[in-house]
């Protein structure tokens, strides 16, 4: 073989496996809802798997099975009358291996919104009886619930609230600075108990705000995602337009996301806002019609942006749609999308698409897996 040849051969054996698609391999499946996905920093044993209902269930990543025994069972108290209900948040302390604390977010058996804290007795048990309600509050409607809460760069704990429910904010929640919904919230839960308010959260000491409020104009917020300083936060739509924003941290201080008057960038027939709030109104990095096109859907679904070992997606934003099985990745630069892939055929199975994706979860390795609410959960590996 002539030295060319071997150069030309070499080179076409990398380029083929630089370009190596994404493709899933089913992790676990017979769940009941799942919407979430997580593990503490640093773990390498275990994945805590969110089950609707109010179970946290633990898969065992050695054995690949999951264990016997939930994390924590909590169906007792959440009573779901409508989808968007339910135990939809979790985030461990970025002190779990000490302080054993996390924090969960679920609505009520009265459909109202609780921030809650826990102690684990052990990676394997939670100890229920450790329940600290931080915060609670009272849903105007069933839907809308929003459900992500995370801790930041900074080690603060974010919130994400909807709007309060039905449609178009017939309450006028989203604007209002007196209500934590439609609202991102920023506090300190570093204490022993409680939790205290950031002194540079931007309503601090405000008569006229709650203090907790960092951002407002939200409808309902499904999945947000840290990408080093920047936020991702994906809101679910009315009837037209879908969306997802990139903030900088310090953006988001008194950000407006500008619902209901605004859903994406489009104006919307909803009355405008009763007072004038401060901060910059925030305009969406990338948004998407309602329609059945393979760039179109009708609920977004937020994801994060991939750190894994599959080369072809590294550095891209992974989100979805939950009513049509699209899912897609796309290039974020400057706050912008770009180079939007729809990965139709890279993550089926047997020829069928993932339908329902509730969610992405991360794990401490970086891998992302996919979680189907039909009861799945994918992770994404490198095609053979």
């Not at 071997?6 to 499946?29: D, Q, R, Y």
């Not at 985030?91 to 609505?107: E, G, M, N, V, W």
């Not at 609230?161 to 300190?188: E, S, V, W, Y």
Request: with cysteine.
């Amino acid at each position: 073989m002539k030295p060319s040849l071997l150069v030309l051969t070499f080179s076409a054996i990398v380029t083929s496996l630089a370009l190596a698609a994404p493709s899933a391999t089913l992790v676990v499946e017979h769940l009941k809802n799942p919407v979430y996905l997580t593990a503490p920093k640093n773990s390498t044993d275990y994945l805590y798997i969110l089950e609707k209902e109010g179970v946290i269930k633990i898969y065992d990543r050695k054995r690949k099975e999951l264990l016997k025994t939930p994390f924590l069972d909590i169906k007792n108290k959440i009573r779901i009358k409508m989808n968007e209900q339910g135990l939809l948040g979790m985030a461990f302390s970025p002190r779990f291996s000490s302080d054993k604390r996390f924090y969960l977010y679920y609505t009520d058996n009265n459909g109202d919104t609780v921030v809650a804290r826990y102690t684990a007795h052990s990676k394997t048990k939670a100890d229920k009886s450790s329940e600290e309600a931080l915060l609670t509050q009272d849903q105007d409607f069933k839907n809308h619930n929003g459900g992500w809460i995370g801790f930041g760069p900074d080690q603060m704990l974010y919130i994400g609230l909807g709007d309060g429910g039905k449609a178009n904010d017939p309450k006028h929640r989203a604007q209002d600075l007196t209500t934590l919904l439609g609202k991102l919230l920023r506090i300190d839960v570093s204490g022993p108990k409680g939790y205290s308010i950031p002194k540079d959260n931007p309503f601090q000491g405000s008569k006229k705000a709650r203090p907790e409020i960092l951002s407002y104009g939200l409808r309902n917020p499904w999945r947000c995602a840290w990408n080093g300083n920047d936020l991702i936060v994906a809101d679910v739509g009315q009837n037209a337009w879908e969306e997802v924003n990139v903030v900088a941290h310090k953006d988001l201080f008194s950000a407006n996301f500008g619902w209901p008057q605004l859903e994406g960038t489009h104006k919307t027939k909803n009355p405008k806002a009763k007072t004038k709030n401060p901060g910059k109104l925030i305009s969406p990095s990338y948004e998407y019609k309602h329609d059945g096109k393979n760039t179109g859907g009708f609920s977004v679904t937020g994801g994060s942006v991939y750190r894994g070992s599959v080369k072809e997606l590294q550095g891209r934003y992974v989100f979805a749609d939950y009513v049509k099985p699209h899912i897609w990745s796309a290039r974020i630069t400057n706050g912008k999308f770009s180079d939007l892939k729809h990965h139709k055929t890279d993550f089926s199975q047997n020829g069928k698409e993932i339908k329902q994706v509730a969610s992405f979860g991360t794990d401490p390795q970086s891998e992302m897996h996919i979680i189907s609410h039909q009861g799945q959960i994918y992770k994404i590996v490198e095609s053979d």
